[in-house]
């Protein structure tokens, strides 16, 4: 079951980046983040009362509540700048390079926190996946963009705050249960993400909105907490490092269903960088 588990995991993580899409061709991107977020909220306390850790609520200490905070405004960063960067550029690009950000955590949890086990699985796992990225984005402009490359300064910052997210999480999450930790971290990014709304002055949009766009952003809302859930399970009861690779193996999902929604096919370059990502992840997950 577990291993079902960590599959449908990886399923819906793909398809969140399908859905998100499809809900910000009018609806603008911060918007739809804070929206997205509220739906995410629900789930990430769902799993905590499922784990039964809301209780330990009032036990969180200072420097757990600090760190847990940070890193909610990073991932809530993150989250802004994906859906920025979807917004603007094809899946099968952003995606990719939203992945690296395994390279960045991989190389900060070994130059932070000292995880040098068996270093050179991980330093050679991190320079194929880093090939494999360069290869799927470099190679033919987006179909979407036209001359417009901003999708990549925001598919960078994705990557880089995603990771920061997991370094300060990994700070701020011990000693507490991790559905809770994701539950309070997610509140933050709600926050975040509605306080980014109400700087730009952006809240009078919530009245335009599409309605078929905001079912599109709830789904994917429903899809990221679906994806938590299963992924926990899996985590909670099967191995580890056999979960983790098949979540990371998302982005085969995302890439078949952009080209069967969106029409974006890749060429024989960004298919062989697909197939590294898969074989670099696989190593820094199973062998390092």
């Known amino acids: 079951m577990w291993i079902i588990a960590a599959v449908l995991s990886a399923f819906f993580a793909g398809l969140t980046s399908i859905l998100a899409k499809c809900g910000i061709k009018k609806t603008d991107s911060d918007i739809a983040t804070a929206l997205?977020?509220?739906?995410?909220?629900?789930?990430?306390?769902?799993?905590?009362?499922?784990?039964?850790?809301?209780?330990d609520v009032g036990y969180i200490g200072g420097k757990s509540l600090i760190f847990l905070t940070l890193s909610g405004a990073a991932t809530g960063a993150s989250w802004l700048c994906y859906f920025k960067a979807l917004s603007v550029g094809d899946v099968n690009k952003v995606v990719p390079i939203d992945k690296s950000s395994t390279v960045l955590v991989v190389l900060a949890a070994i130059i932070i926190f000292g995880e040098?086990?068996?270093?050179?699985?991980?330093?050679?796992?991190?320079?194929?996946?880093?090939?494999?990225?360069?290869?799927?984005?470099?190679?033919?402009?987006?179909?979407?963009?036209?001359?417009?490359?901003?999708?990549?300064?925001?598919?960078?910052?994705?990557?880089?705050?995603?990771?920061?997210?997991?370094?300060l999480a990994k700070i701020g999450i011990q000693g507490i249960e991790s559905n809770l930790a994701t539950a309070v971290r997610t509140g933050v990014v709600l926050v975040m993400a509605w306080f980014i709304v109400f700087l730009k002055n952006k809240q009078s949009g919530v009245r335009e909105l599409d309605k078929k766009e905001v079912i599109f952003i709830a789904l994917s809302g429903i899809t990221t907490g679906a994806s938590w859930l299963f992924y926990y399970y899996a985590i909670q009861n099967g191995v580890v490092s056999v979960v983790v690779p098949i979540d990371k193996l998302s982005i085969v999902v995302a890439v078949i269903f952009s080209g069967i929604v969106f029409k974006e096919r890749l060429g024989i370059k960004a298919l062989i960088g697909l197939c590294l990502m898969v074989l670099g992840t696989l190593v820094i997950a199973v062998w390092a």
């Open 36 to 55: 997205r977020t509220i739906v995410v909220l629900f789930f990430a306390w769902v799993m905590a009362f499922i784990s039964g850790s809301v209780g």
């Open 116 to 167: 040098t086990e068996n270093l050179a699985a991980k330093l050679f796992g991190t320079a194929i996946l880093s090939v494999g990225i360069y290869m799927m984005i470099e190679k033919k402009q987006s179909l979407h963009s036209g001359k417009d490359k901003s999708w990549l300064l925001y598919a960078i910052l994705s990557a880089v705050f995603a990771a920061l997210t997991s370094v």
